[in-house]
């Protein structure tokens, strides 16, 4: 990713419905989302134009929103096609590494904790962000530690919605994480049982099984649920249940999924060690040629 500041781009953003230069892409400071995030979002990525598992993701953002109790005012079709406009509109249509923020928020009509009366907002980001890692890095595999911080209990927050809110503490664990020298962190929910990364979804293999955590205190990713299917069509067991993080030794390999990430292995969390060999390889192409269905046709 550039180290260009994200607000000192160049391009163009969807913004209620309306293309805005991007710097010209602003809110006022006392915006609801701001100060009592009130706010939704996906990540997204399209390969070569074509924006992978986009109705999904548009349809997650409505339904976030609606978590949230407030109705966004576009349809689904709208969005879907505000979204590749935006792809063309900022040349990115032959990219194999384009990043989509669709996002959704309250504006600044009112600020306290009731939302009744502001209107909702819509805009749309793209921007050239390849993945993490080359494949040689992702075999390698990353480092990551345990989180002093907690997935809290369905009955807290809405743990089905991707909202800004809910990120608090992702940011917060992967900060102490990087100042530790890892590169991510794994979050146990209330319960103290394994749940997921900062922002990605974990699996773990082990005797032709992969092992994942169910998603019922955390966002059940598009990407995991893609990893699910890829898995069971290439002949692994898929074994969605509580782990327990005295487990983790018991496992050889581990990786994480999500949109931005893709698909991550993992060498180590904490004192557990992680060899990533042929089931993370095998994930890794298999997502490559499911988002990548051109390029694979024509390797």
């Given amino acids: ?82 979204c590749d406009e935006a792809i063309a509109r900022n040349g990115l249509s032959n990219s194999d590494a384009t990043y989509i923020r669709p996002f959704a928020w309250r504006g600044s009509e009112e600020l306290g904790v009731p939302a009744r009366n502001n209107k909702v907002h819509v805009a749309i980001a793209v921007w050239d962000w390849p993945s993490y890692f080359s494949m040689e890095e992702k075999l390698k595999g ?56 900062t922002s990605a979804n974990i699996f773990f293999h082990r005797g032709g099984e992969l092992h994942t955590p169910i998603a019922d205190t955390f966002l059940d990713g598009i990407t995991r649920r893609t990893v699910i299917d890829l898995a069971k069509k290439n002949g692994l067991k898929v074994v969605e249940r509580r782990i327990k993080p005295e487990e983790l030794s018991d496992f050889d390999e581990c990786f994480l999924t999500g949109t931005a990430a893709e698909i991550t292995p993992v060498a180590e969390i ?25 390029l694979a046709a024509a390797q």
């Fill in 1 to 82: 990713m550039s180290a260009l500041a994200m607000d000192q781009r160049e391009g163009w953003i969807w913004y209620d419905g309306e293309f805005v230069p991007w710097g010209d892409a602003k809110l006022h400071i006392l915006t609801h989302g701001l100060h009592y995030a009130s706010s939704v979002f996906e990540g997204q990525r399209s390969y070569s134009g074509v924006v992978f598992k986009q109705r999904e993701h548009t349809e997650r953002l409505i339904q976030s929103a609606k978590y949230l109790d407030f109705e966004l005012p576009f349809s689904a079709d709208e969005l879907d096609r505000a």
């Fill in 142 to 197: 990353i480092r990551m530690t345990m989180a002093r911080w907690r997935r809290p209990a369905p009955d807290t927050i809405p743990c089905k919605a991707k909202a800004a809110g809910l990120y608090m503490i992702c940011m917060l664990s992967k900060h102490d994480a990087m100042d530790r020298g890892y590169t991510e962190a794994l979050m146990l929910d209330h319960r103290g049982l394994v749940a997921e990364a």
């Fill in 270 to 294: 904490d004192a557990v060690k992680f060899a990533p060999g042929r089931v993370c390889k095998l994930i890794v192409e298999a997502y490559a040629q499911e988002v990548r269905p051109k």
